[in-house]
């Protein structure tokens, strides 16, 4: 996912972007590039590759000014190259744009503007935005940045700079995340709160079809008329640091170790005098008995917490609940109405077939209900009700809090609705509830009880492919387990229901073949110990997860991950912690880009 940053004041601004840019690497690049207003002329450098290949460029074309826009561009419409790098210069020289979205019209648009005698230079799609503010260009850029947009379909967070007017930015958001920051006798934009948080804690999040002035004096924002509109500036509720490894060797070590803090701040806020609260969602209680059906979609991991989630609703809440890939569900023609309550799971915000999923539901009248990470994202503008993972900063592509706490406002969610619905006694919400507060700790203790893992990494490096099987919550489990050794590792895996195995599968059982066995639901573990066995007989390796204290898997399983005892319903936290950490591990052995795997970016914004 692309990133752009600005800023204006009175320091260098060269530095100002470039740590900027750094901040916004985790998003996923493949180019980049600056421009700097240097006293009523535009200058720029750009580069393909890292940013250090940039930072080299600026040491033998220096750059001086107090203002400009940076960019890290993760390729869409042509390859990663200089020329195709952001930003983007008007043939007159005036004007300079960094673009995150995907502008749909271009073709028809670059078509028009090629008629008009404007030279192209890249394959992007966004080289006709600046274009475009060339030809409304009538003197103020206010009114050209306005008029540009008019004639733009598709998503963007536009920064623009013009030659004239060297200490202002323009700024435009359509559907795309963007921030400004208000600092003492300076501004900044970026794409996220990342990127700002180092120079201030007061932000204001733009919405769509706002557009924005931003001068070292401050900041003036306006819709597509020029009417101002007043915005209220927020403060950041964490700081730099969150945002740093924390001497970890990767962010996402650093991220699984911090679940347990992740966990305690999602959850604790919302249990008071022992009931559950969700003050966000309230005032749906009463609308809860006519909801006949519940859907959750996402992608990703996002998708297998709504996975376990399906599992913990329709338990406690005895409503048909149904989980769905967001890029299924998108195109399926599901049958949605408004007795449906979709809730759309989403560490980001901004991942695009999650947005589209919402759009489709919310027009055949579904209520939705977003649990996302990120304050100011476009999901959680979009939705009705939003519940927040308050997990921080999550930088690692590989997501791991983000997961977790999302599986912790789900099951949040599940209680409250199952105490409101009356499908459990006040009891059993009780008991729930204390089971919930105490999942911090045995997200700490899953930690504590397996310091073995790094040796099973070394053990099992080499392995080529191998399979996770599970059932029930376990199999969901499986779901994100085999994902996470993937997508860091790059070894083949599946996840599978254990019960399929003999329907197939097993037939790829040979002599070494490793098989994580999660057999965590005490009511199905003989059911396991029948897979284990199965999967012993030919040949396979089998590493197990169990319960604190369970002495017969050791009969069965090569190697043994502990859980600690946790309600059956609410073991996916503690369970999937040791998996991640196997993850990193086996990462770890075979020399990957932990933090930014290959391809992968950390918001998949594009479809
Ligand atoms: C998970 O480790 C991946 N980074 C990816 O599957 C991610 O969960 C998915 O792209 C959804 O992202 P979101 O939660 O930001 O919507």
Request: net charge negative; hydrophobic share 40%; with cysteine.
């Amino acid at each position: 996912m692309c990133g752009i940053v600005g800023y204006t004041g009175s320091s260098s601004a060269v530095p100002v972007l470039l740590s900027g840019l750094k901040r916004l690497e985790y998003r996923g690049y493949d180019s980049a590039g600056i421009a700097v207003n240097t006293g009523g002329s535009l200058q720029m450098v750009k580069a393909s590759g890292h940013l250090e290949h940039l930072m080299e460029r600026l040491k033998s074309t220096p750059l001086s000014g107090t203002s400009g826009i940076g960019h890290t561009r993760w390729a869409t419409h042509g390859a990663p190259t200089d020329i195709n790098a952001h930003p983007h210069m008007s043939n007159d020289g005036q004007f300079a744009v960094v673009h995150n979205g995907i502008i749909e019209n271009y073709a028809q648009l670059r078509e028009e503007l090629t008629e008009n005698g404007f030279q192209f230079s890249s394959e992007t799609d966004t080289e006709v935005i600046v274009h475009l503010l060339e030809y409304y260009d009538q003197g103020d850029p206010k009114v050209a940045v306005m008029k540009a947009a008019s004639r733009l379909e598709g998503s963007y967070a536009l920064g623009v700079v013009c030659a004239r007017f060297p200490d202002t930015l323009y700024t435009a958001r359509l559907s795309s995340p963007l921030i400004l920051g208000v600092g003492i006798g300076e501004s900044f934009f970026a794409s996220d709160v990342t990127a700002l948080v180092r120079h201030t804690k007061n932000v204001i999040y733009m919405e769509d079809g706002e557009f924005a002035c931003i001068t070292p004096r401050g900041i003036e924002v306006f819709d597509s008329t020029g009417a101002p509109i007043r915005k209220t500036v927020s403060r950041v509720a964490w700081d730099v640091e969150a945002a740093e490894k924390g001497g970890y060797d990767h962010f996402m070590l650093k991220e699984i170790m911090e679940q347990p803090r992740a966990l305690k701040l999602t959850i604790e806020p919302r249990i008071r005098d022992g009931r559950i609260v969700l003050d966000e969602f309230e005032s749906f209680r009463a609308q809860l008995p006519n909801i006949r059906k519940v859907v959750i979609t996402a992608c990703g991991s996002a998708y297998h917490a709504g996975c376990v989630g399906r599992y913990v609703i329709e338990q406690l809440c005895r409503i048909p609940v149904e989980a769905e890939l967001a890029s299924e569900l998108r195109y399926r023609n599901p049958i949605i109405d408004s007795s449906t309550l979709l809730i759309v799971v989403s560490q980001s915000g901004e991942t695009a077939d999650t947005i589209a999923a919402l759009k489709e539901c919310k027009a055949r009248g579904a209520t939705v209900l977003a649990v996302v990470n990120v304050v100011g994202s476009t999901i959680a503008k979009l939705a009705d009700y939003v519940l927040y993972t308050w997990a921080g900063p999550e930088i690692a592509v590989a997501t791991t809090k983000g997961y977790t706490t999302q599986v912790a406002v789900l099951d949040l969610f599940a209680v409250w609705a199952a105490e409101a619905l009356g499908t459990i006694s006040a009891q059993s919400c009780a008991d729930y509830v204390k089971q919930l507060l105490s999942l911090p700790e045995r997200a700490q203790r899953a930690i504590d009880l397996n310091p073995g893992i790094p040796a099973l990494a070394r053990q099992y490096k080499a392995a080529d492919a191998m399979f996770f099987i599970g059932r029930n919550i376990d199999y969901a489990i499986c779901l994100e387990g085999s994902l996470k050794l993937k997508e860091i590792s790059y070894i083949h895996s599946e996840a599978y229901a254990a019960g399929e195995l003999k329907h197939g599968t097993i037939a790829l059982i040979d002599e070494g073949r490793l098989v994580v066995a999660l057999a965590c639901q005490e009511a199905l573990f003989d059911k396991m110990m029948s897979n284990v066995r199965e999967v012993k007989a030919r040949g396979a390796q089998v590493l197990a997860a169990a319960l604190e204290g369970n002495r017969r898997i050791l009969s069965q399983a090569d190697d043994v991950l502990y859980i600690p005892d946790t309600d059956p319903l609410f073991l996916a936290i503690p369970e999937i912690i040791p998996l991640q950490l196997f993850a990193y591990y086996m990462a770890r052995e075979n020399g990957c880009d932990i933090d930014k795997p290959k391809n992968l970016a950390k918001s998949v914004t594009v479809e």
